[in-house]
């Protein structure tokens, strides 16, 4: 099963608005990252937040990480239509080996 | 320059076919990875190296086989391809194989076995 599981699966909004993701991850993390995926593209690094770290802005990005609740927020503001992408979630954990699970992403579609 | 490179990006075979995707990166990275995102998108992790060592290895049927001759590449061979390993396969390559390091992604790879 999916370590990593984004909410919603997609998302419309206009241009200006602001979009917030959502992610859940089910066992304890080192630290959870977002990526983003442009279409028929690689995933770009957005930003990490460790575990020990609540809050983390970048730019126009803000994350929230509630270990409490397993969950972290992506909030992208004043969204533009170049940000329509997939956004997915990563979580990286020690299972004997470090290895970084995804989620299915959110899609994005920003209107002009 | 380009980080993380895997050839093809597009790779259309038949059924029974032996096929490679190569991936090189010139980051310096000691970790590389390679994972399968199906057509919903799900991105799951296949394998991982460490200095050319294995150190994860997911639930992959032994026809996918990994090989890193140095540390910076990763190359996956799938021998007797079937209808369902038609997905993209990316590979990714990071600093450390710890926490606190991002990954970087190749473009990707888009296998359709016919």
């Known amino acids: 099963s999916q370590q990593g599981e984004e909410d919603p699966q997609a998302l419309s909004i206009q241009e200006g608005e602001n979009a917030t993701m959502n992610c859940s991850y089910k066992?304890?993390?080192?630290?959870l990252q977002w990526y983003r995926q442009n279409s028929g593209r690689g995933l770009v690094h957005l930003i990490l937040?460790?575990?020990?770290?609540r809050e983390k802005h970048s730019g126009r990005l803000r994350v929230t990480l509630d270990t409490s609740k397993k969950s972290s927020s992506l909030l992208i503001t004043a969204s533009r239509a170049a940000d329509t992408a997939s956004y997915f979630c990563a979580t990286d954990f020690n299972t004997g080996g470090f290895k970084t699970i995804f989620g299915a992403g959110t899609r994005l579609f920003v209107k002009a | 320059d380009t980080a993380v490179s895997q050839t093809p990006k597009y790779l259309v075979t038949q059924m029974g076919n032996d096929k490679s995707i190569k991936c090189e990166q010139n980051l310096g990275h000691d970790t590389m990875y390679w994972y399968k995102q199906d057509s919903k998108k799900f991105l799951k992790i296949m394998f991982s190296?460490?200095?050319?060592?294995?150190?994860i290895n997911e639930t992959v049927p032994n026809r996918f086989s990994p090989k890193s001759p140095d540390k910076a590449h990763l190359n996956l061979h799938i021998n007797s391809l079937e209808l369902g390993d038609s997905a993209v396969y990316f590979c990714?390559?990071?600093?450390?194989?710890?926490?606190?390091?991002?990954?970087?992604f190749g473009q990707g790879t888009r296998l359709t076995v016919v």
């Open positions: 190296y460490n200095n050319k060592e294995l150190i």
């Open positions: 937040i460790r575990s020990n770290e």
């Open positions: 066992t304890s993390i080192n630290n």
């Open positions: 990714a390559s990071s600093q450390m194989q710890s926490m606190n390091t991002e990954a970087f």
